[in-house]
């Protein structure tokens, strides 16, 4: 059975980093792009950024560029996202996804398999 599961979340002091990991099991991850999405309560889910399958491109959300850095360890079938310079508003679930289709980055329709996600809460 193939899943992703979501580690390294927990409660930082704004300005704070995290380390998020992205474990895929049952299946090699070494092909598919991978993306993170987070969500806010009362808010949709929202793109945060994605890495493709060769690790040789990522693009970012405008709210996170400069501070959050995505990466790929294909050896370990692991994706990370390194979040930095935390803010208040960061404050959300953090979710990866398997890309499943070409389309727009950002559509969360386009990611076809999802984690339980991995709570971050930033503290001012």
């Known amino acids: 059975q193939v899943q992703l599961v979501e580690s390294g979340g927990g409660l930082v002091q704004a300005g704070g980093s995290l380390r998020l990991s992205c474990a895929a099991s049952?299946?090699?991850?070494?092909?598919?792009?991978v993306g993170w999405f987070r969500q806010a309560p009362g808010k949709e889910r929202e793109f945060v950024a994605l890495?493709?399958?060769?690790?040789?491109?990522?693009y970012y959300a405008d709210s996170v560029k400069g501070r959050f850095t995505i990466s790929r360890d294909s050896a370990k079938n692991t994706v990370y996202l390194q979040v930095n310079s935390l803010k208040p508003e960061d404050t959300a679930v953090y979710y990866c996804?398997?890309?499943?289709?070409?389309?727009?980055?950002?559509?969360?329709?386009?990611?076809?398999?999802w984690g339980q996600g991995t709570q971050v809460t930033v503290s001012s």
């Open positions: 049952g299946h090699t991850f070494s092909s598919p792009a």
């Open positions: 996804a398997r890309r499943a289709r070409s389309g727009t980055t950002y559509d969360p329709s386009t990611y076809d398999l």
């Open positions: 890495i493709s399958s060769s690790g040789g491109n990522t």
